[in-house]
C-alpha cells in the first residue's frame, strides 16, 4: 500500500534553519490568554467510502439472501443456479476482473456490477412464476440468473477492493495519518456495515411468515405469496442499491468530487489536496483502457502470482472461509437442523444464518481493537483456527444433534459467525496493506477467485460425500491456510520496506 506523506524532519534552532510560522493563535477566550487553534479534518473521503459500503452492502446482501435460500424455493433449478453462480465466478476472477475494472473505473465496475447482480436476484421471483411442468424453462432460467450473477461478482469485489484502496489512501492524507490505521478503520466500518445489513436483509423473510400459507395464482398455478414478495423485495433492493452507487464519488477523477467538501486551509489538508491530485493522476490511465490495453490485462490475475508470489501463500486463508461456509450450509442447516427441527427447519435455518452475520459484525470493533494489542497476525489466525474448530465439531456429531437441539446447534455458527469477523475485517486490511492501488484490483481479485473456486469444488462434491470426508477436507483446508498465513506474514516482514512492496 501507498506510503503516508514524510513527516517533516526535526525543528532545530541554529543560524541556517528557516523559522516554522506560528500556529495561528485566538485571544476569544474567557480568560483573554491566546490558545492555538487545532487543524479541522475534512473527513468527505470516510463519509463518501460509508455511503458506498452501505449501498454494496444491500445490494450484496440480497444476493446472499437468494443464496441462502435458492435451493428451498427452487429444489434442483436452484442447485444449479448456485453451481452456476460459483463457476462463473472464480473463471471472471481469473481472466476479466482486471481488464473491466481499468476499462470501467472503480466506481462504474462497482455500479456496473451491482446492476448485473441485481438481475441474479430478480431470476428468483421469475423462476417461481413458471409453473411446475415447466421445469426446463425453470432450469434454463436460474441457470441464466446464475451465469450473470456469478460474472457479476467476479469483478464486483475486485472493484470494491481497488474503492478501498483508493478510499483509505485518501482518508490517510486527509486525516495525516498511518496508512495501516486507514486500512484497519475502513476495514472496520465497511465490515459491521456489510455483516449488519446482511443480517437485516436475512432475517427479512421472518416477518413475513404470516403470509406462509396464502396463496396467488400466477401464470396457471399457485404460488406461495410470502415467497413471492420476498423475491420482489429483494429485486427493488437490489436494483436501488445498483442506482445509489452513481451517486458515490469518483476516486479515478482528478477533479474534486462533487459532493466532497473543500478542504480547510490547513497545511495537513493542502498536503492531503495535492496528494489526492497526484494520485488520482497516476491512476488515471485505469479508465482510459483501449482495447489493445484491455486485452492485455486479461490474466492479470496469474500475472500477480509470478510478481508477488505472496498473494498465493494468503489463496488458503480464501478457500478455508469459502469450504467452511459450505459445509455449514450443506451438512449443518441441510442436514442436521433439517433432522432436528422437522417443519420449522426453514425458520431455524434462516435465524442460524441470521446468527452468523451478527457474530461477525460484533466482534468488527473486538478484532479491531485485539489486533492493535496483540497484533494482526494473532487475530486472523484465530479466525483460521475457528474454521478448524467448526470442522472438528461436523466430525463429532456422528449421530445429529443432542437435545435440546435450539442449544446445540448455536456452537456451529457462532465458530463459523467468530471465522468471518477475521475473513471480512481483518484480512482485506491485510490485502490493502500488502498489496499497492496498482495492485489492488488483481489482488482482490485473488480473493475472488480462490474463495469463489473453492466454493464451487466444495458445493458440487459435498453431495457425494459423507460427513467425515466433508468435515476433514474442511478441516485440511483451515490446516493449509494456517501454514500459508503464517509463511506469508514472515514473507512480508523479510521484505524490504516491508508491506506495499514485492514480496
Not at 486507514?182 to 404470516?210: R, V
Amino acid at each position: 500500500f501507498a506510503r503516508s506523506v514524510p513527516a517533516p524532519p526535526p525543528f532545530t534552532l541554529s543560524s541556517s534553519s528557516p523559522r516554522r510560522s506560528r500556529p495561528m493563535m485566538r485571544t476569544d477566550e474567557p480568560s483573554g490568554l491566546s490558545q492555538p487553534l487545532r487543524p479541522q479534518r475534512d473527513r468527505s473521503a470516510y463519509r463518501n467510502f460509508l455511503k458506498m459500503a452501505v449501498l454494496f452492502s444491500i445490494n450484496h446482501g440480497t444476493v446472499a439472501a437468494v443464496l441462502n435460500i435458492s435451493v428451498q424455493l427452487l429444489g434442483d433449478a436452484g442447485s444449479y443456479q448456485s453451481g452456476a453462480l460459483y463457476i462463473t465466478y472464480a473463471l471472471t476472477a481469473l481472466m476479466f476482473s482486471s481488464a473491466l475494472n481499468e476499462a470501467l473505473g472503480p466506481r462504474w465496475s462497482l455500479v456496473v456490477a451491482a446492476g448485473l447482480y441485481s438481475l441474479y436476484v430478480l431470476s428468483l421471483p421469475l423462476a417461481l412464476m413458471l409453473p411446475p411442468e415447466a421445469r426446463g424453462a425453470r432450469v434454463a432460467l436460474a441457470l441464466c440468473g446464475g451465469t450473470v450473477g456469478g460474472f457479476a461478482a467476479g469483478f464486483l469485489w475486485a472493484a470494491q477492493g481497488t474503492y478501498f484502496a483508493l478510499s483509505a489512501r485518501r482518508h490517510a492524507l486527509q486525516m495525516d495519518i498511518e496508512p495501516a490505521e486507514a486500512n484497519a478503520e475502513l476495514a472496520s466500518a465497511f465490515a459491521s456495515t456489510f455483516l449488519s445489513l446482511e443480517l437485516c436483509l436475512k432475517a427479512l423473510p421472518i416477518g413475513l411468515l404470516p403470509l406462509s400459507h396464502k396463496m396467488v395464482h400466477v401464470l396457471g398455478h399457485d404460488v406461495s405469496s410470502s415467497n413471492l414478495l420476498i423475491g420482489a423485495l429483494y429485486s427493488l433492493l437490489a436494483l436501488s442499491a445498483a442506482a445509489g452507487l452513481t451517486r458515490v464519488s469518483d476516486l479515478s477523477d482528478a477533479a474534486k468530487p462533487e459532493d466532497a467538501e473543500a478542504p480547510r486551509d490547513t497545511s495537513a489538508a493542502a498536503a492531503a489536496a495535492a496528494a489526492d491530485d497526484a494520485a488520482a493522476a497516476a491512476n488515471r490511465t485505469t479508465t482510459v483502457a483501449v482495447p489493445s490495453r484491455f486485452f492485455s490485462r486479461i490474466g492479470a490475475v496469474c500475472e500477480l502470482w509470478a510478481r508477488r508470489p505472496v498473494v498465493l501463500l494468503l489463496a488458503p486463508t480464501q478457500a478455508a472461509f469459502g469450504v467452511s461456509a459450505a459445509l455449514l450450509g450443506y451438512e449443518v442447516t441441510g442436514k442436521l437442523v433439517k433432522q432436528a427441527f422437522g417443519a420449522d427447519a426453514v425458520l431455524a435455518g434462516s435465524l442460524c444464518s441470521a446468527l452468523v452475520s451478527a457474530v461477525a459484525a460484533l466482534l468488527q470493533p473486538v478484532s479491531r481493537a485485539a489486533a492493535k494489542r496483540v497484533g494482526r497476525p494473532a487475530v486472523l489466525l484465530a479466525a483460521l483456527l475457528s474454521f478448524a474448530a467448526l470442522a472438528a465439531l461436523v466430525l463429532a456429531t456422528s449421530d445429529g444433534l443432542a437435545a435440546p437441539a435450539f442449544v446445540t446447534v448455536l456452537p456451529f455458527y457462532l465458530l463459523q459467525g467468530a471465522g468471518r469477523a477475521g475473513y471480512e475485517g481483518i484480512n482485506k486490511a491485510l490485502y490493502a496493506d500488502t498489496f499497492g492501488p496498482t495492485d489492488s484490483p488483481a489482488a482482490f481479485s485473488n480473493i475472488v477467485l480462490a474463495n469463489g473456486a473453492a466454493s464451487a469444488v466444495a458445493y458440487f462434491t459435498f453431495p457425494s460425500l459423507g460427513r467425515h470426508a466433508m468435515a476433514y477436507a474442511a478441516g485440511t483446508c483451515a490446516a493449509v491456510a494456517i501454514v500459508g498465513y503464517i509463511a506469508a506474514e514472515v514473507a512480508i516482514q523479510r521484505t524490504p520496506g516491508g508491506r506495499g512492496h514485492p514480496a
